[in-house]
């Protein structure tokens, strides 16, 4: 098997799914003649013409309105924004017509889309160009929300969300665009949605994460074994809607111990909601506080981008605490 | 007190009007068509009306929850006259015209009213917001202006797919105003797409009137700005609409790209069930308006044109007012959605949690439906 | 003290702190001849004219554009949304501009203004005219987030939201806009930001909550008290962002047992932060899961609104589950 | 290959242009302007050109962050030229021309473009997204276009205020497609605010050329959708867009209401240190354009006017850039900003979650700075 880049790997996927399924077109800025300013769609309008591969003007409420209407049409476009924190100027889009289309129409419109988005950190990017707004995708009922770790199961994610019928927001950990390589099979390969996978197995502690943070949290499970010799289980969640909830809850039943490491702002964000449905389903299976490591409920900073975003020792320091941690016997 | 474009607008060379109001024509623009399709739209059009009315009085009984009507507006039966039964039709939420004409039965738009078993979008709907997959009469949302750039997708994937399929959009004066309109327009323009945008201007937007909207000088010149053609018709007259998008639709289909329509009209009665217009509009504005009323307007013409005779269309009349009456009376008996239909259709298979939410409820109302 | 409805008691807040500051205006759609669609602002164009009380075109993202602009020249502007479900054309401005405006220019140009809003169900208004989206405020920093759940602290906090430098989304429950009448002072009254208040003291289940749904959480203490002798804790959050953690620690210190009421979509919705909060900070104390009665993960309904809806009877089961629970010995 | 509106938009009377490419002017339209005060546009303009060139040198050796060069489009500081000290600038990322004239001084650039501790914006922003709250120069956002309406409700602000400012606006070809470019120029008009609305047409989009940004023939014509007077100018003469500011201000100050101007330039490079332009433009194109070049037009324009010496001009350039050099080397050795001010600015006061996270991130640092 080939070893590629996420960026590879993606732009592959795009080129096999395009080839079989004459329904399928991009749209985007500058994702034609230029290739994308990630160079995801590179050479794609060469392959599949201009027609398929849509040159956009500056309006992402266009972009994602025109898509949504492609969709009720019959196609199944793929639109591209070129960061996901440009995507708000088509949020309405989004909240009030794509994710509510087939409900309103008592099924009669469904919008068969996937929007494809960079996000996140550690780019350089500061307030504009670093957000990881997946919270506010999580929390919008009739949208799926899809985020690959690697390019092995990008591929099989993006393939997936392509052929559903629900609309997707496929997020896209642009950190991690060139970061490694992995072998991603060349044919046919999907990855089911709505189910996580177990990146790390371990019995001491679960962490469970997504995206870039996914290696960060690796990288923590490698050091606290190192040094304080603690097992972490690391689940990949991949899809955060509609979430896989039967893996976490085998995972904490297991540790009883357990954090998320997320990228974005912390206030309300998907951590949040990981720590909601375990303190309401399983409270006695729990030895410690659920912990968040997160961004920071500030816009995204550029000259101190390094200490804002989640690292290996803020990781561990949660780790640590809820390895640590043993009921007081406080009471009421 | 009378800040209507309107007197100017007639006035205007661009400005399209075959019947005048008393209900004479310019003959020579008269469209060709047969007096059995006239009647159709006549029909159509008081069908519309009576409906309107009806639902303005269900609502205060509290037998419906909401109306939207469009009283005045019933003219634009032209606009889905001029196209084909395949092409697409994108409507706001005065459009029930359209909808009729297209052949959406008016069972179906009664079962929505109440939101009963019947209706398609199982009661999840404020009435007035229905729309068909078979008639290519798609479901509004709410916020303003945002199906403007769906029809125009969908106009691209017809142009993409060569079915010659024409998309039409329907929208207000003050939908101008919104992010929609102009990524519509821009979009449309830039990808030449076969797309019809026609806008009522029924000169409000709830209590703003057009002239507090926007200091264009007619709504039709904002074409301008996205290098578009556009037509400026007397939105009272079934045969002008009708004309204007039968050419808008021609150009469309001969791959020639898509037209604005500014349609200058009046919506004569409240914006809504919730509405007051007497706080911000004058009893002689109004008047003024219903003196230009679509329905007098055309029935005159039918009549003086022996297409119809006065008894003839007050025989159309009673029958649709029995029909209506006989309709709610049977849709009013119909049960409501079970209560499933609250969770499905959120996506294609209902997932988990979902599933969970909705057994949990279940389960807390005792079994209730 | 004059008894009056939330809507009176609004109105009458902003025209006394107009009277007060010039560099107040109001705009929005149709709230100066017309008086706003709930009448909230009627008479005010009469009294303030027509460049203090503006009607705008019909552009959410204009007014809050246009509102941000008067703010940072120093005007103190009060955007109203005609219904939250209306404000995501708008979104770009809040979350791009409005909530980063003081951080990106270093504190040189802050953004003065509150957006009022009415939001929530209950009124008949499905899809559109029923949402809750205080979620997606509370997960954007450099906004604050009011809700008051009735008139008297209506007056107090929309004064502090107005005299406040910080950005505020002031959200109306608009099911309780004329629900009921209550005592408001007539001369100036402020309640502080970031403090919650406890509606109702009691020793058994704290219950967390805010606007429309607060009155359910009260009515069902009533029942459980009277049918079950459970003694609950209400507790009024008034502002979610910044939030009291003070209060809600002390509360489930004393209760041990806490669930939240809210009316919004449940994934990822505020109570969410609420539980994530809780287990994060308290889980040595916490005697029970941490429950959360919400709207629905659907879109919002029109026919089956009042199942929609959390529900005196929907609280109760949560209140009995909470406090019927003990620890199953369950472990690793 | 060739894409471009610039030869057919010299020919349309619309079009303003007052030193012709050659350096030779239109006598009788050179706007009344002392010789100091040219030298004073000369100087700024060639520090825009020198500060361009040398940060997209450190940005390639990794020095700053990124960069936005505004090599091309120097001709705009006639813009700012033609405002009061008092009046307000809503910039785009390319009116670095604009901040210098008003006074912003150099040091404060350079030490943004390192984001060490003496930035106002403390590290903040991405170099190059700057502002300033003494000079009136508004700090931009990334996201395009939303600063249009900004600066249309500060001006009318300052119109209720009574005050005689006006609030101009910088934006791109590429911004006209955006939401507010629509909400702006249409509040703009209905409540004809004291605005300059200028749009700097460099013919791309990032590699979007603008004739597939929209189908209007010229963006100037988009002014007449909002029924707002426009202006075309050539965008790369300093005395044109001076001169089309100054009438835009003059209507403005009067009460006359807003011009929407659009200034025909050209970006000679990259769209940031993160672009090709190779891949989307010829080296014909650009080298056309290179013959248009604002500063090599205005200093032969300096120099056959006597307002200049060759020597002169040579020194100037060469100042500029000592003076450059000596301020990167002093930004470079200041310190970055403290930790807190990660948390700072987000409120007025710093609420409980914030210090705490503070706190939380000072500990698990060892009380890291
Ligand atoms: C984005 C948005 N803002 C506000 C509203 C509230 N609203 C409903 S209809 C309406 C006026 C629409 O005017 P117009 O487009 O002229 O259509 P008309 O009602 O006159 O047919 C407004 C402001 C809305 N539905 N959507
Ligand atoms: C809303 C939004 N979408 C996309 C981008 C990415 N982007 C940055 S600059 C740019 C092109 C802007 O073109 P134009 O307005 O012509 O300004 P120019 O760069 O040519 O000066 C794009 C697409 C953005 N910053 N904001
Ligand atoms: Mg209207
Ligand atoms: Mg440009």
């Not at chain 1, 399928?24 to 027609?51: A, H, M, S, W, Y």
């Not at chain 2, 609502?59 to 032209?78: C, D, S, W, Y």
């Not at chain 2, 259709?345 to 079994?367: A, C, F, S, T």
């Amino acid at each position: 098997m080939p070893e590629l880049t996420l960026v590879e790997s993606i732009r592959q996927t795009l080129s096999q799914e395009m080839e079989q399924d004459p329904k399928i077109v991009l749209l985007g800025e500058d994702i034609g003649t230029n290739g994308g300013v990630f160079r995801v769609t590179e050479g794609l309008i060469d392959k599949f013409g201009p027609e398929r591969v849509i040159d956009t003007p500056l309006s992402e409420s266009g972009i994602i309105g025109f898509a949504t209407g492609m969709a009720l049409y019959g196609l199944h476009p793929i639109p591209e924004i070129q960061f996901v924190d440009f995507i708000w100027p088509g949020w309405d889009q989004i909240m009030s017509e794509l994710s509510k289309y087939r409900y309103r129409s008592g099924g009669q419109y469904p919008a068969h889309l996937v929007i494809r988005t960079p996000y996140g950190g550690g780019v350089g990017g500061a307030l504009y160009h670093s957000q990881s707004p997946e919270a506010y995708f999580a929390h919008t009922p009739g949208l799926k929300v899809v985020i690959p770790s690697g390019p092995k199961d990008a591929k099989g994610l993006l393939t997936s969300s392509i052929r559903d019928s629900d609309p997707v927001i496929f997020m896209e950990p642009k950190r991690i665009y060139r970061a490694f390589r992995e072998e991603v099979p060349e044919g046919e390969f999907t990855v089911p949605l709505g189910v996580a996978s177990v990146a790390r197995e371990g019995d001491d502690v679960t962490i469970l994460s997504y995206g870039s943070m996914l290696h960060k949290a690796l990288e923590t499970a490698d050091k606290v074994r190192d040094e304080q010799h603690i097992s972490c289980e690391v689940i990949d969640l991949r899809t955060l809607l509609p979430l896989d909830i039967t893996t976490i809850e085998k995972s904490v039943k297991k540790t009883g111990r357990v954090m998320s490491v997320t990228e974005d702002t912390k206030t309300a964000g998907f951590g949040a909601e990981l720590s909601a449905l375990i303190a309401e389903r399983l409270i006695e299976y729990l030895e410690a506080p659920i912990l968040r490591v997160t961004g920071f409920d500030t816009p995204f900073p550029f000259v101190h981008e390094p200490d804002y975003l989640p690292s290996v020792n803020r990781i561990q320091d949660s780790v640590l605490q809820i390895y640590n941690y043993s009921y007081g016997g406080a009471s009421k | 007190m009378f800040t209507l474009s309107s007197k100017n607008v007639e006035e205007s060379p661009q400005f399209k009007q075959i019947i005048v109001p008393d209900g004479s024509v310019k003959k020579d623009l008269v469209p060709k068509v047969s007096n059995k399709e006239l009647v159709r739209w006549y029909r159509t059009m008081v069908t519309v009306r009576v409906l309107d009315e009806k639902a303005m009085r269900l609502q205060r009984q509290g037998r419906i929850g909401f109306n939207v009507p469009t009283t005045g507006q019933e003219a634009h039966v032209g606009a889905a006259a001029a196209l084909k039964d395949t092409d697409w039709i994108f409507p706001a939420y005065r459009e029930h015209g359209a909808a009729l004409y297209r052949g959406l039965p008016l069972r179906t738009i009664v079962n929505h009213y109440f939101g009963n078993n019947d209706d398609p979008h199982r009661g999840r709907r404020l009435p007035g917001l229905f729309g068909s997959r078979d008639q290519r009469f798609v479901n509004p949302s709410a916020p303003i202006g945002t199906q403007i750039i769906h029809a125009v997708g969908a106009a691209y994937a017809a142009k993409y797919l060569k079915d010659g399929t024409v998309t039409m959009v329907f929208f207000g004066d003050g939908a101008t105003s919104s992010n929609d309109f102009h990524s519509g327009m821009n979009f449309a323009k830039v990808f030449d797409v076969p797309c019809v945008l026609i806008c009522q201007n029924n000169q409000y937007a709830i209590s703003l009137p057009v002239k507090r909207q926007t200091k264009a000088k007619n709504l039709v010149d904002k074409a301008i700005g996205y290098g578009m053609p556009g037509i400026q018709v007397d939105g009272n007259d079934v045969f002008a609409v009708y004309s204007a998008v039968s050419e808008a639709a021609k150009r469309a289909r001969k791959g020639n790209g898509p037209t604005f329509i500014e349609s200058v009209t009046y919506r004569l009665g409240a914006h809504s069930s919730s509405d007051d217009p007497t706080r911000y509009r004058s009893k002689e504005e109004v008047e003024t308006w219903e003196a230009r009323d679509p329905i007098k307007r055309f029935r005159t013409y039918l009549i003086s044109q022996a297409i119809l005779t006065e008894e003839e269309s007050k025989q159309i009349d009673a029958d649709i007012v029995d029909n209506l009456n006989q309709l709610v009376k049977e849709a009013e008996a119909v049960e409501k959605p079970p209560l499933e239909t609250m969770f499905t259709d959120v996506y294609e298979e209902m997932p988990w949690h979902l599933k969970e939410q909705l057994e949990n409820l279940r389960r807390i109302m005792g079994g209730g439906k």
